[in-house]
Structure formats: structure tokens, C-alpha cells
């Protein structure tokens, strides 16, 4: 037994560092805040944003709203936080891609559809707020990662064709739209391509996409 000396040491709490009643210890707090994430890009994609409670996010994880606003502030600044935490690593993996990569439009689609299969509801969500008229999210979308995401692509096709790897007569823009169409699609259309037809997102369904597409590119795209 250790000394009540001692005992009384770990006990004792300064006031300038006692916790504020409900909130989280710090070795906790970064599982509450991934919690409270995981919540609201699961119930964001499902119901929409105007549609999904704090209230309801909260209850999720078996926290308070409070604690939702104390992490967050908002619930436009959580929905941000929610694309934010997958979209600037795939934004600083398309940067470091686009430098390194002896095939850079292979390497951008299996980054997307890497991501895609690994965060199965974004892609829904950013259909919702991002991509449809009147999206909470797409002017902040359109500033912050657009040109760093799909909008990088047309100029790694525009650096194809000078390489005489991309067919002379198609158009950057117009061949980056297509290529990303069959990237997202699949994943936005998931709920009703599984039963409809048929497709699988194990991993052997997602290996199996990731051979179409790049099949697709090379032998349709390539000069």
C-alpha cells in the first residue's frame, strides 16, 4: 500500500487544471471527437444536413449536445470537420501522387476509389451538400479542395497528352469528368447497384472495379 502521503497527492486536483464537469479526460478526448465524426457522417449522409439534430449525433455516442458544441462550435463547422477529416489527406495524397507517380491517372483513381471503399458514406454526403443545387457546403467545397481533388485531374491529363500518353483530340476537362464519373458513381449508387446489379464492395469487388476502370482508361484514353 502505498503512502497516505502519497495517496493524497494523486487525489488532489489544482484548480487551475480540474476538469469542467462533463467533459472528457485528455486521453479520452480523441476517441469522443472521432465518435462524435463517425455520428455525424453517418446521419449527414443518410438524412441530409438540414435533417440531422445535434441532439441526434450526440445520443449516438452517448454524449451530450453540449459536448458536441464544445468540440465543434457548429453544426455547419462539424459537417466541415466531417469532410475535412478524409479530404485533406486524399488532397495531400493527390499532391505527393501527382509528383512521384510514374502513372499519375492510376494513381489518382485508385487513391479515389481507395478512399471511396474505406469511408463508404462521404461520397453520399458530398452528393447531398456538395454536388446537388443548394449543397450547405459547395462554395466552401469549390475554395478549399476542389482545385487540390477532381479539379486537379484535367491538368494531370493536359500533362499526359504534351507526354503523347492521352489521345491528341479529347478534351482535359472532358476526360476527367468520365473518369471521375466512373470513380464516384458506384459509391453514391451503392445502395441500389448491390441489389440491382449485383456488385460487390468487399475487397475482392473493389479490386475487381479498380481493374475496369483502369482497363477503361488505358485502353480508351491512351493514345
Same mark, same amino acid.
Given at each position: 500500500?502505498?503512502?497516505?502521503?502519497?495517496? &493524497?497527492? =494523486? %487525489?488532489? #486536483?489544482?484548480?487551475q #487544471? &480540474?476538469?469542467l464537469?462533463?467533459?472528457?479526460?485528455? &486521453?479520452?478526448?480523441? /476517441?469522443?471527437?472521432?465518435g462524435?465524426? +463517425?455520428?455525424?457522417?453517418?446521419?449527414?449522409?443518410? =438524412? *441530409?444536413?438540414?435533417? #440531422?439534430?445535434?441532439?441526434?449525433?450526440? *445520443?449516438?455516442?452517448?454524449?451530450?449536445?453540449?459536448?458536441?458544441?464544445?468540440?465543434?462550435?457548429?453544426?455547419?463547422q462539424?459537417?466541415? +470537420?466531417? !469532410?475535412?477529416r478524409?479530404?485533406?489527406?486524399?488532397?495531400? /495524397?493527390?499532391?505527393?501522387m501527382?509528383?512521384? /507517380?510514374?502513372?499519375?491517372?492510376? $494513381?489518382? #483513381? %485508385?487513391?479515389? @476509389?481507395?478512399?471511396?471503399?474505406?469511408?463508404?458514406?462521404?461520397?453520399?454526403?458530398?452528393?447531398?451538400?456538395?454536388?446537388?443545387?443548394?449543397?450547405? !457546403?459547395?462554395?466552401?467545397?469549390?475554395?478549399?479542395? /476542389?482545385?487540390?481533388?477532381?479539379?486537379?485531374?484535367?491538368?494531370?491529363?493536359?500533362?499526359?497528352?504534351?507526354?503523347?500518353?492521352?489521345?491528341?483530340?479529347?478534351?482535359?476537362?472532358?476526360?476527367?469528368?468520365? @473518369? !471521375?464519373?466512373?470513380?464516384?458513381?458506384?459509391?453514391?449508387a451503392?445502395s441500389?447497384?448491390?441489389?440491382?446489379?449485383?456488385?460487390?464492395?468487399?475487397?475482392?469487388? @473493389?479490386? =475487381?472495379?479498380? !481493374?475496369?476502370?483502369? %482497363? @477503361?482508361?488505358?485502353? $480508351?484514353?491512351?493514345?
Amino acid at each position: 500500500m502505498k503512502p497516505a502521503s502519497t495517496r &493524497k497527492l =494523486q %487525489t488532489s #486536483t489544482p484548480p487551475q #487544471t &480540474k476538469r469542467l464537469r462533463g467533459r472528457p479526460a485528455e &486521453k479520452d478526448a480523441g /476517441a469522443c471527437r472521432e465518435g462524435i465524426l +463517425n455520428s455525424a457522417e453517418t446521419l449527414f449522409a443518410q =438524412q *441530409g444536413f438540414a435533417a #440531422t439534430s445535434i441532439r441526434e449525433i450526440a *445520443g449516438n455516442v452517448g454524449v451530450t449536445p453540449a459536448m458536441v458544441h464544445y468540440y465543434f462550435g457548429s453544426k455547419i463547422q462539424l459537417l466541415r +470537420n466531417v !469532410l475535412d477529416r478524409t479530404l485533406q489527406p486524399l488532397a495531400e /495524397a493527390v499532391a505527393e501522387m501527382r509528383e512521384t /507517380a510514374a502513372d499519375p491517372v492510376r $494513381g489518382f #483513381t %485508385t487513391l479515389l @476509389i481507395r478512399m471511396a471503399s474505406e469511408h463508404p458514406n462521404l461520397l453520399v454526403l458530398l452528393t447531398r451538400e456538395v454536388i446537388l443545387p443548394g449543397g450547405e !457546403l459547395q462554395a466552401w467545397f469549390l475554395e478549399h479542395f /476542389a482545385p487540390r481533388l477532381g479539379g486537379a485531374l484535367p491538368g494531370v491529363l493536359a500533362v499526359e497528352q504534351q507526354r503523347g500518353r492521352l489521345h491528341r483530340d479529347y478534351q482535359p476537362h472532358l476526360a476527367a469528368m468520365m @473518369i !471521375l464519373s466512373m470513380c464516384v458513381f458506384p459509391f453514391v449508387a451503392r445502395s441500389v447497384a448491390q441489389r440491382g446489379l449485383g456488385m460487390k464492395y468487399d475487397e475482392e469487388g @473493389i479490386s =475487381q472495379l479498380l !481493374l475496369h476502370v483502369d %482497363t @477503361i482508361v488505358q485502353r $480508351g484514353f491512351r493514345s
